[in-house]
């Protein structure tokens, strides 16, 4: 375990103001716009707003009960394929555990949990760029909270950081101190969740990275940072390029670290170079078994994700196998993924696709990003400006070494390997997780302090 870093990077210390208008805003929109619940019918929002509407409207997500009992009809009358011919996974994730979950989702899960989780909360959505982006905003109750959008990948969705918000936004009710909060914005990926599906091309990590700084800018907010994993890490790494005014610095979970000339080794399934040793090594290795024999669903959805959609869209036990094998491969659970996530919050997410029916449009950012997500050189890291801060979970798809994440990224000043936590590092250990934001944007949050 790696003691954590702090190394020089520059913040800015232009004058800005945290949140201005963003109380009054909610309020004056709440009284002057009802918008009108989900209905998974549609399988996306509607369609009210215009690209030139820039209001924030309030959202209640409320599933029709007919499509609750499609899902169950359709998990009935499943069609199981033969049981794999090796006893580990090597085969793809077991018949055995996916009839263990599908039965549970078929008789006992229930999702209207799941929806009064989230209607419990702040959510709103708003037209950025022609889309509907769907987002839940926790405002502090503590002043000068530092303002943060989580931006959550895939297989995953806002349901990822729900554990996590408590901790942000209330610290002192779990170990922390007044002056360590956060105000949360957690926005759903256009094509992801309930944000609408772009029908156009163009929507890969840097529109997104852009339709997130309108989005902080237009709840009020002259300055803010920026955290992600997956999908989450790529957003933020082209949000930091664009260092838009007002973004402080950002945090990654799963950082774009890996040299060049070893992206090239990796992809050919070459031997490690000589005098690769240590973390080095061991990320490696991590990356060649990974392409080597785990990332096939990567493949399909940067290259056919039409193809895989309509599986996806389809098959209640296909999209639960789809996903189900990536919580066991990738949290840190030793391929038991209830070990750190229940079968209901699992089940959630998985539901949450069903019912939007994003199979396909989720699959699409892929194939707008069509780059290795851990690439430096493809991520063009380098030419980011603004203080990045990486935390490194044990059980990450690689865990990032020190000297590549340095090399990758001039204006690291926070690097620091946890004991606990996968892939989905904010719904493993949500309090890990907060604990890790609080110390990584702590220089930002003197820098906004110091300027206000």
Do not use: C
């Not at 987002?135 to 502090?140: D, E, P, T, Y």
């Not at 790494?237 to 260092?243: S, W």
């Amino acid at each position: 375990m790696f003691a954590a870093t702090r190394l020089t990077a520059p913040f800015r210390t232009k004058p800005r103001k945290g949140l201005t208008t963003a109380i009054g805003l909610v309020l004056l929109v709440s009284a002057s716009y009802l918008r009108p619940a989900y209905s998974a019918d549609s399988a996306s929002i509607p369609a009210a707003a215009t690209s030139s509407d820039d209001s924030i409207r309030p959202f209640r997500v409320q599933v029709p009960q007919a499509q609750l009992d499609d899902l169950r009809r359709r998990i009935a009358q499943t069609r199981w394929p033969d049981k794999e011919t090796v006893k580990d996974d090597s085969q793809g994730i077991q018949l055995a555990k996916v009839q263990e979950l599908v039965r549970y989702w078929g008789t006992d899960y229930d999702w209207r949990k799941a929806e009064a989780q989230l209607n419990a909360l702040p959510e709103f959505v708003t037209n950025i760029d022609g889309v509907d982006i769907q987002f839940i905003h926790v405002r502090s109750r503590y002043p000068n909270a530092l303002p943060v959008i989580l931006t959550h990948g895939w297989p995953g969705s806002t349901f990822e950081f729900i554990k996590t918000i408590g901790p942000l936004t209330d610290p002192v009710a779990y170990g922390g101190r007044p002056e360590d909060a956060f105000d949360v914005v957690i926005p759903s990926i256009p094509g992801y969740g309930f944000s609408g599906k772009p029908t156009e091309l163009g929507w890969g990590p840097d529109r997104t990275a852009r339709a997130w700084d309108v989005l902080m800018k237009r709840l009020g907010y002259t300055h803010y940072v920026s955290q992600g994993g997956d999908h989450g890490s790529v957003i933020s790494d082209a949000l930091a390029r664009q260092a838009p005014p007002g973004l402080l610095a950002i945090h990654l979970n799963m950082p774009a670290t890996v040299p060049g000339n070893l992206v090239t080794a990796i992809n050919s399934g070459a031997p490690a170079p000589a005098g690769l040793a240590g973390p080095e090594r061991e990320a490696f290795d991590s990356l060649s078994t990974f392409f080597g024999r785990n990332a096939a669903y990567g493949a399909m959805m940067v290259t056919r994700p039409q193809t895989i959609g309509y599986s996806l869209a389809d098959s209640p036990a296909g999209l639960a196998a789809w996903m189900y094998e990536k919580f066991a491969q990738w949290s840190d659970s030793g391929g038991v993924p209830e070990r750190v996530l229940t079968k209901d919050e699992m089940l959630n997410d998985i539901t949450l696709y069903w019912l939007t029916n994003t199979g396909a449009s989720s699959s699409r950012f892929y194939w707008e990003n069509n780059n290795n997500n851990f690439s430096s050189v493809a991520q063009k890291t380098r030419d980011i400006k603004v203080p990045v801060a990486i935390s490194v979970f044990p059980h990450e798809i690689y865990r990032a070494p020190k000297t590549w994440s340095e090399q990758a990224y001039p204006s690291l000043y926070y690097y620091h390997a946890v004991s606990k936590g996968g892939h989905f590092a904010a719904w493993e250990q949500p309090q890990l997780f907060a604990e890790e934001l609080r110390a990584a944007f702590k220089p930002a949050r003197q820098s906004a302090a110091k300027a206000e």
